[in-house]
């Protein structure tokens, strides 16, 4: 990932350039053309991403009090396609595709989050957002997005509490039973992903996880480290 200037970034109805790198909405499917170096060891990384929604959904939902953040999934269950040249890698698989956006920096609400999406038996994705913030009470959002483009509403588990990871952020699942950590796919000072196993509505289910511990984030060390992952080109 790079951040990029507006020098660099330009875009239209259907298409999004930054820098080298492109999205661009076919109109059934969104492409990702990649063309970047990685860091701090110089690495092409080069190739085209395809997703294909199964169901698009128009929906939007604040998740602070003051409606200054919003997140919404575009694709809650779709499709992909990965071809890369360098390194050399196809695959294909289950995605999912959202949006966040907000007014402020995100630092400002929030202390934490806990986010999770599961593949239910009926194709519906399950997600859970579970949110901390700097002042008043916890928040969840637990919604399910069907196949006929309905969204529910439905009851989450109660917390469950999961081991620190390696740079000792904690984290939490709602889950009916105790959950598995299955793989580590990042682990930051101060973000994780993972993918878990755990009991959802009844369902044992592969959940992907992610913790954004927001004062590690704007912690002046882990700032002065982020250049290093993300480099900026003005």
């Known amino acids: 990932m790079t951040e990029r200037g507006q020098a660099h970034c330009s875009r239209t109805v259907d298409h999004f350039q930054i820098g080298p790198s492109a999205l661009h909405w076919d109109g059934q499917a969104l492409q990702i ?94 997600v859970m957002y579970d949110l901390q913030y700097k002042q008043g009470p916890d928040h969840l959002l637990a919604l399910k997005f069907k196949p006929d483009g309905s969204i529910d509403n439905f ?7 999961m081991s620190r990871t390696a740079w000792r952020i904690p984290r939490r699942m709602r889950s009916d039973q105790t959950v598995r950590v299955a793989q580590q796919l990042e682990d930051t000072p101060f973000y994780q992903r993972a993918i878990l196993q755990s009991e959802l509505l009844g369902e044992q289910v592969t959940s992907f996880h992610e913790t954004l511990n927001v004062p590690r984030l704007v912690s002046p060390v882990v700032r002065a480290m982020l250049p290093w992952r993300m480099p900026r080109r003005a």
């Open 33 to 126: 053309d990649i063309n970047e170096l990685t860091v701090p060891i110089p690495r092409r990384v080069r190739g085209r991403i395809t997703v294909h929604p199964h169901t698009l959904f128009d929906f939007s939902t604040p998740l602070d009090p003051a409606g200054l953040h919003r997140w919404g999934p575009l694709a809650p269950s779709a499709s992909v396609e990965v071809a890369l040249q360098h390194p050399e890698q196809n695959w294909r698989g289950h995605a999912y595709l959202d949006s966040n956006e907000g007014d402020e920096p995100i630092d400002r609400p929030f202390t934490e989050w806990d986010w999770s999406r599961s593949l239910m038996r009926d194709g519906s994705v399950a």
């Open 155 to 161: 009851e989450a588990p109660p917390r469950v509490a």
